[in-house]
């Protein structure tokens, strides 16, 4: 890998991070508001290391899932939707429902439990971007982690005033679903095929979520 497709592929996570690290923070603040103040700095610190542990180990499996015949597709249609469901959803407020906890350990658990299952749309696209390098993908989990201890107010402030980052951020998950299903060995595309891929599901997830944004807005009129 050369230091422009390794310098391309951090900025793809960059991406993904911002783009979808949103909610995951939201959590934290969720679960540790039922406490009293003092404790919800540990809440937010315990829980945020929980949650990075689990995410490193969600990435971890994933590699070693993506080996199984037709996953890897599988996987790329996944991204797929989300890609459209980011711009489709774009300046709709998600509903997160998690319940606060009255114990420093409930807390805990429940920022833990929670944000593992929000977390694998964001695991998947940086598994997907990094083509499973070890090494990106250590820095893309790392990464992860101040965008959710900075916690969703910031998050929110930085895509109200760059809403463009919703987009690129798609827009890098058509790209990387494309990369996931061309590089699927159970497919067997030849190597000429990828880059026209690549583009069309990139296209796709566009097209798609123009469309996905057009029916939230008629259903909301």
Do not use: C
């Amino acid at each position: 890998m050369d230091i422009m497709e390794g310098a391309w592929m951090f900025f793809q996570v960059i991406l993904l991070d911002l783009a979808l690290g949103g909610d995951n923070s939201i959590v934290i603040g969720m679960a540790a508001k039922g406490l009293p103040h003092e404790m919800q700095k540990k809440v937010i610190f315990f829980g945020s290391a929980g949650a990075i542990l689990v995410r490193f180990i969600l990435a971890a499996v994933l590699v070693w899932l993506l080996a199984i015949p037709y996953l890897k597709t599988i996987g790329g249609l996944v991204l797929l939707y989300i890609g459209m469901k980011l711009i489709g959803h774009q300046g709709k407020e998600e509903d997160v429902h998690v319940a606060s906890k009255g114990t420093f350990w409930g807390a805990i658990q429940t920022v833990i439990i929670a944000d593992a299952i929000m977390s694998l749309d964001n695991v998947l696209a940086i598994v997907a971007a990094t083509n499973g390098d070890l090494i990106l993908l250590i820095i893309g989990m790392l990464i992860s982690v101040p965008i959710i201890i900075l916690g969703s107010t910031v998050i929110v402030k930085i895509m109200d005033r760059f809403p463009w980052i919703i987009w690129v951020g798609s827009l890098v998950i058509g790209w990387a679903a494309g990369g996931m299903i061309a590089t699927d060995e159970y497919v067997a595309l030849p190597e000429t095929y990828a880059l026209y891929l690549k583009v069309g599901v990139t296209i796709l997830v566009a097209a798609g979520g123009l469309i996905w944004q057009k029916m939230e807005r008629r259903q909301s009129a």
